[in-house]
């Protein structure tokens, strides 16, 4: 036996052997440093998220004159869901893949046709936006729970969905105030 074909020169038998005999510290430190990164990564988002909930959604639409201390206890409620979501999530019995695949088709089911449509169709109004990407998101979650949606990558139908609700809750918003003009439109 030579070369790969050892069972001495598998992938697993070397990664150990660096990282357990050869070179431990460098190993620690490495996983350290990844370990860092994704507490850091986790720590921005939940921090742009339950701002966004509390003052773009929460404070500037719904309840304006809300007061600090209620804007504050909106945004732990929002972190303490949030984190809930997260414990329920990771229980799921999938690979690191396909949580990371299931959450960009989360992202591009809800941003994608809000954002294609705001900038080449004027007719796209705010409603609409708001329709299209609360179907996208639950779309993605509810076919990637389905026994049959598991052959179909849950961003086309959840893209699709949410790309035909955006137009349908536009076409019907008579009152709905149009997205900004991106393209020179006025």
Do not use: C
Request: glycine letters at 10%; zero cysteines; a negative charge.
């Amino acid at each position: 036996m030579t070369g790969s074909s050892h069972p001495y020169w598998s992938g697993e038998h070397f990664r150990h052997v660096v990282l357990h005999h050869a070179l431990p510290g460098l190993g620690y430190r490495v996983h350290g440093g990844l370990e860092d990164y994704v507490r850091r990564a986790a720590d921005s988002q939940l921090l742009v998220t339950t701002s966004s909930v509390s003052e773009d959604i929460y404070h500037a639409s719904l309840h304006p004159d809300a007061e600090q201390k209620h804007l504050v206890f909106v945004s732990r409620l929002v972190a303490f869901i949030i984190g809930l979501l997260a414990i329920a999530l990771s229980q799921l019995p999938r690979s690191i893949f396909d949580k990371v695949l299931f959450a960009w088709g989360g992202l591009g089911a809800a941003f994608g046709p809000a954002l294609v449509l705001t900038l080449w169709w004027p007719k796209t109004t705010r409603n609409g936006v708001l329709a299209g990407m609360l179907t996208g998101f639950f779309t993605v979650i509810i076919w990637d729970n389905i026994p049959w949606g598991g052959h179909l990558y849950s961003l086309v139908p959840g893209f699709l969905a949410a790309l035909v609700v955006t137009v349908l809750v536009s076409l019907m918003d008579r009152g709905g105030e149009a997205a900004p003009a991106t393209s020179g439109e006025e």
